[in-house]
Nanobody
C-alpha cells in the first residue's frame, strides 16, 4: 500500500502561484511514477502532469505547459507541483497519483493509488 497526502492548496488571485506537495508513505516511493490530476466542478478528472520514478522524465498537459512544473525529491518521498501564472480555469481539486506503469500515469487509467485531493481556487 501507498498512502498519498496532498497539501498546499488554497485561494489565490489570477496570475499568482501555488506549490502543491504530495507526501507518500508505505512502499518504496522511488519505484513509482507520480502524476497530478485535477477535477473541476461538473467536469471529469483530467491529467495535469507526470514525472518518472527517477525525475528525469516529465510530461504535461498542453493547458499547463510552460506554467506548471513537476518535481520530486525521493529522499523525502515527496512530489511537488509548482503552479505559476494561475488562471481561473485552473480552479479544481488537485489529486496526486502513483503507479508503476508510465502509461497509467500519463492517461489516468487504472491508477494504483490516489491521494484525497486538495482544493485550488483561482479568483479573477
Amino acid at each position: 500500500q501507498v498512502q498519498l497526502v496532498e497539501s498546499g492548496g488554497g485561494l489565490v488571485q489570477a496570475g499568482g502561484s501555488l506549490r502543491l506537495s504530495c507526501a507518500a508513505s508505505g512502499r518504496t516511493f522511488r519505484n513509482y511514477h507520480m502524476g497530478w490530476f485535477r477535477q473541476a466542478p461538473g467536469k471529469e478528472r483530467e491529467f495535469v502532469g507526470a514525472i518518472g520514478w527517477s525525475g528525469s522524465m516529465t510530461y504535461y498537459a498542453d493547458s499547463v505547459k510552460g506554467r506548471f512544473t513537476i518535481s520530486r525529491l525521493n529522499a523525502k518521498n515527496t512530489v511537488y507541483l509548482q503552479m505559476n501564472s494561475l488562471k481561473p480555469e485552473d480552479t479544481a481539486v488537485y489529486y496526486c497519483a502513483a503507479d508503476t506503469a508510465w502509461v497509467n500515469i500519463r492517461t489516468g487509467a487504472s491508477i494504483e493509488y490516489w491521494g484525497q485531493g486538495t482544493q485550488v481556487t483561482v479568483s479573477s
